[in-house]
């Protein structure tokens, strides 16, 4: 069996033979899981011994404030339409708060890393996007981070970008 693409010439919103497969995002459950792996939350919560049932408090992030943004597709019939909510969550929720310095995360690895600039970008995109980066996406990594102030807060925002970046939340 092969997988449908989300293209094709059906122009339908819901084909009646499947001619090709919805285009959807992750769900807010799909998105906050990967969002703690991706962040390496999930390393931190078994390094201080947190259970499974306790993480959504641990975490620091509003489950109904998540659900009410990315919980249901708005465009009638089930597939994406991106808007406003989805946006002001992505930049003024509660992601970041998952973007720790605490040992197991992610941020905690690069920043404490003796590995060279390069390798730690391939490292940022791998965590968090599954993949290594073309050399187009690496030069403005490079930049930002080579600059001297504040590297882990840096670090933080390559993280963070890439977290909230369309690519994250439609293919993971």
Not at 14 to 36: F, G, N, T
Not at 50 to 77: C, H, K, M
Request: overall charge negative; hydrophobic content about 30%.
């Amino acid at each position: 069996m092969c997988q449908l693409s989300a293209s094709g010439s059906e122009t339908e919103a819901q084909p009646e033979w499947y001619h090709r497969a919805r285009y959807r995002p992750l769900s807010a459950e799909e998105l906050l899981e990967s969002w703690v792996i991706a962040s390496g939350h999930d390393q931190v919560l078994k390094n201080t011994g947190q259970a499974s049932d306790e993480r959504l408090s641990y975490r620091r992030i509003t489950w109904t404030y998540l659900l009410n943004s990315f919980g249901e597709p708005n465009d009638g019939v089930g597939n994406f339409q991106g808007g406003l909510q989805e946006h002001l969550y992505l930049n003024y929720g509660q992601v970041h708060t998952l973007i720790s310095d605490q040992p197991g995360s992610l941020l905690h690895r690069l920043n404490n890393s003796e590995d060279s600039l390069e390798t730690r970008v391939e490292q940022l995109y791998l965590q968090v996007l599954s993949r290594k980066p073309i050399l187009e996406e690496t030069q403005p990594f490079f930049e930002f981070l080579s600059l001297d102030d504040d590297q882990k807060g840096r670090l933080h925002d390559a993280i963070w970008t890439l977290m909230t970046c369309s690519e994250f939340q439609f293919n993971h």
